[in-house]
């Protein structure tokens, strides 16, 4: 299942510096916009504790983690939906990703230049926001005009169609994402069809100081963003720079960093699990044998489906599915004692895969 979250904000607000802590890619960076012109993609795994602890009781020859793309996106100017800078190819790239991470800059520094002047996260996240709803917008009254000509011919899927324009329009209007509108089921797959830039889900990243690395909250700038986006999406904050430079170190460096700066984890690994909740993501096991495998799946996804992530004949042929949770393996320390508890249960097509499920699929092609 391959999913990206891409990253955006003005230049120079660390997009590229916390690219590169996630991916150790080495994206360009430099002291002035556009210093990132094409993309860069990167695939980070996905920080799970449950993996080590499951090849501790069901031990296997390797662990394979599950994975996640982000991809970092040069930075929008004031004008972009009008095709300032590099505006429409950048668009362009932020409407091929499924999630938008928002870098914010929260931290001073008068060494690193901020292309408006001045450090200031609300009109940042506003300048941003606004070319993407104006993008849309343009998106919406192009697709308009050709909808209403088949509306009036009475065409039912013109009809349906203008019925979800004509409810986004005057939103976009007043400056706020689509994602903002409720639609029903049938109107789903409607809005999906016209790869709107605001409708994907955001997680906005305050780029705190390295001072605030230990308690991003501390940050004068962090409520004060917080507030700003409240009900758009969630915030989280990182100090890239400092991150950045744990990923280049060993685990025993990195473990006496933490512990020197009295944090628990990087914060990339908050990042990473953030980026990958926003989507609606969960993870399933299997375990034992050959190798211990976390695999993604969409929360709903029932288990045929999911057995065809492994194996499209997985799905085919599939006939029921051995599971147990992870919680009930590391309370009762083994298949076996899970088994006897009467923990491990045979499930079928009909059944929802849960987050935490350890599988064996059972199929006949």
């Known amino acids: ?59 296997a020859k390797k662990i394979v983690p599950t994975t996640f793309e982000f991809t970092d996106i040069a930075g929008i100017v004031k004008g972009a939906s009008k095709g300032e800078g590099l505006g429409n190819k950048f668009l362009e790239n932020i409407r091929q990703t499924d999630a938008i991470v928002h870098v914010v800059r929260a931290f001073d520094d008068d060494d690193i230049t901020h292309v408006t002047g001045k450090v200031d996260p609300v009109d940042d996240i506003d300048t941003i ?8 917008l343009d998106s919406v009254n192009n697709r308009l005009a050709k909808v209403q000509r088949a509306a009036k011919g009475r065409d039912k899927d013109a009809l349906a ?42 997680l906005y990243v305050a ?6 690395m230990a308690n991003p909250e501390a940050s004068k700038y962090m409520d004060v963003i917080k507030e700003h986006v409240a009900g758009d999406g969630e915030v989280i904050g990182i100090a890239a720079a400092a991150e950045e430079q744990i990923a280049e170190m060993d685990e025993e460096e990195k473990a006496d960093f933490l512990e020197m700066e009295g944090v628990e984890e990087p914060g990339l690994n908050r990042l990473i699990r953030a980026a990958y909740q926003l989507l609606g993501l969960e993870t399933f096991f299997t375990a034992g044998g050959k190798e211990t495998r976390a695999w993604t799946f969409r929360k709903g996804t029932k288990a ?50 849960q987050d935490g499920d350890i599988v064996e699929f059972r199929f006949n092609v």
């Open 1 to 59: 299942m391959s999913l990206t979250a891409g990253i955006v904000g003005l230049p120079n607000v660390g997009k590229s510096t916390l690219f590169n802590a996630i991916t150790k890619a080495g994206a360009e960076m430099a002291n002035y916009p556009f210093a990132t012109i094409d993309p860069n993609v990167g695939m980070v795994e996905v920080p799970d504790s449950r993996l080590a602890r499951i090849d501790e009781l069901i031990p």
């Open 129 to 136: 926001n606004l070319e993407l709803i104006m993008a849309d």
């Open 161 to 202: 169609e203008l019925a979800v324009l004509e409810k986004l329009k005057p939103v976009l209007e007043a400056g706020k994402p689509a994602r903002s509108v409720e639609f029903s089921a049938e109107e789903m797959p409607i809005v999906k069809g016209l790869f709107l830039l605001t409708i994907k889900p955001v």
């Open 207 to 212: 780029n705190v100081a390295e001072d605030d």
């Open 304 to 353: 045929p489906q999911a057995a065809g992530i492994i194996h499209s004949d997985f799905e085919r042929g599939f006939i029921r599915a051995e599971v147990m949770s992870f919680e009930d393996l590391d309370q009762y320390g083994s298949h076996a004692a899970v088994k006897e508890a009467g923990k491990l249960r045979l499930e079928g097509k009909d059944y929802v895969m």
